[in-house]
């Protein structure tokens, strides 16, 4: 049996199994595709710099407020985004996020000047906002929560598959591509790497439901299953909230906000920067670089499959986080002590990418349990546009520190740090409430 297959279907014994995992096969791998180009045409600019800083003479805190304003658009434009979701439905949203970012992203490859590399990456995040909660949301309306942890953990597989696909893509047209037609190598690679997006954003028009009522390959019996788990779902928590408001002026959602800013804050150094960790540490060649970063992408893939899996088997939430989240801390601090060494710097952010990225999916299946409807779809959106504003303080940060001082370590130690305070945010959410 399939890892797709295995993973979303032995948490729990029930009579509607087989129907979850036709449900899977659905949706999952499209939406997952999509957000594997999606995190690919963000963090891209991490490969791109290898060759495009000193081409156009950028400092380092030039490429990082440049990577940081992503977050400015995405973070303003997050739960606007959403709300517009809940009204107009997934499928037409999603197509049109999809479609304008990677028009957005493609047009990085005309980039000259430094005012025009910041104003695109700030409407790269606005186009972008409201892609992830937005999906996150809409899955809340086909699975119970019950099942929602290792649905997300295989959606959210995008995420490091971006990665490890992305790196050896990249690092492969950086390298083959530049020269071609009188392009560099890094236009090459927002060109192409822009073009899959578009064309997923049309098959999400044809492709993807709004709703179980609305999926013809379900039978009408189907529907109404899927409908009565849900319905189950819903009354054994009467006290979920339902409006904006509740969504948005919740106490829980602003903590589960600073709890994603401390995942975040990690996430984005080592997406953004770990190439620039790899050259550091002595390997020049881009294509290799590309294939060295493949491997932490790789560890999170299996860390967000094996935590968001057990957490869903031992229904609970708290201490999923909490251990990852503390063996994360180490491994961002121990990096400090590798900073020479490439072979080390690639182990250390592999168990990093592995403990943190799978806390994700486990992260991620909580808003639902005490929101739905509007307040949900406000509350996903609400925590991840607070979240990302570690987009723009870990760029930015990191890019700062780098020209200050010569070396990563001071924000990395920053990095770690907020893992172990988020810690404190997760113990303080109610079990009795979170695993369920």
Request: glycine content about 8%; hydrophobic content about 55%.
């Amino acid at each position: 049996m399939s890892t797709l297959s295995s993973v979303a279907g032995t948490a729990e014994v029930s009579p509607h199994d087989e129907l979850y995992r036709r449900v899977i096969w659905r949706l999952i791998p499209l939406l997952g595709l999509c957000y594997l180009t999606a995190y690919l045409d963000r963090i891209n600019i991490g490969f791109a710099k290898l060759q495009m800083a000193e081409q156009l003479s950028f400092s380092e805190t030039a490429y990082g407020l440049g990577a940081g304003l992503f977050f400015v658009g995405y973070i303003l434009f997050e739960v606007p985004s959403n709300l517009v979701l809940e009204k107009v439905g997934a499928r037409l949203w999603l197509a049109r996020i999809m479609i304008s970012w990677g028009i957005l992203s493609g047009l990085t490859m005309l980039v000259t000047q430094a005012w025009q590399f910041y104003l695109l990456r700030f409407l790269l995040g606005a186009a972008e906002a409201g892609f992830l909660p937005g999906v996150l949301f809409y899955l809340t309306g086909w699975f119970p929560s019950w099942r929602r942890a290792r649905i997300i953990a295989l959606f959210m597989i995008g995420l490091p598959l971006s990665s490890l696909v992305g790196g050896p893509l990249s690092g492969t047209i950086m390298t083959f591509a530049d020269g071609w037609h009188g392009l560099f190598g890094w236009q090459w690679l927002f060109l192409l790497e822009a073009i899959p997006t578009v064309i997923l954003g049309l098959v999400l028009l044809v492709a993807l439901p709004d709703s179980p009522h609305q999926a013809r390959w379900l039978s009408t019996h189907e529907r109404q299953a899927l409908e009565s788990e849900l319905a189950r779902d819903s009354a054994a928590n009467p006290s979920q909230q339902t409006t904006f408001r509740d969504g948005f002026f919740n106490l829980k959602v602003w903590m589960l906000g600073g709890i994603d800013f401390a995942i975040l804050l990690s996430a984005y150094a080592i997406g953004f920067w770990l190439p620039t960790f790899i050259r550091n540490a002595g390997v020049s060649d881009s294509s290799t670089i590309g294939w060295l970063t493949s491997i932490s992408s790789l560890a999170g893939l299996v860390g967000m499959l094996l935590v968001g899996f057990s957490s869903d088997r031992h229904r609970e939430r708290r201490w999923h986080i909490i251990v990852p989240f503390l063996i994360g801390a180490a491994a961002m601090s121990l990096s400090t002590l590798f900073a020479h060494n490439a072979v080390a710097t690639v182990i250390v952010f592999a168990i990093a990418s592995c403990a943190i990225m799978g806390a994700i999916p486990v992260f991620f299946s909580l808003p639902a349990t005490f929101l739905r409807g509007q307040a949900a779809a406000t509350g996903f959106a609400l925590a991840c546009s607070l979240a990302n504003i570690a987009g723009l303080v870990s760029n930015s940060l990191m890019g700062w520190i780098l020209d200050l001082t010569g070396s990563s370590a001071l924000a990395l130690l920053c990095f770690a740090a907020a893992l172990l305070l988020g810690c404190l945010l997760v113990l303080a959410l109610p079990s009795h409430q979170v695993n369920r």
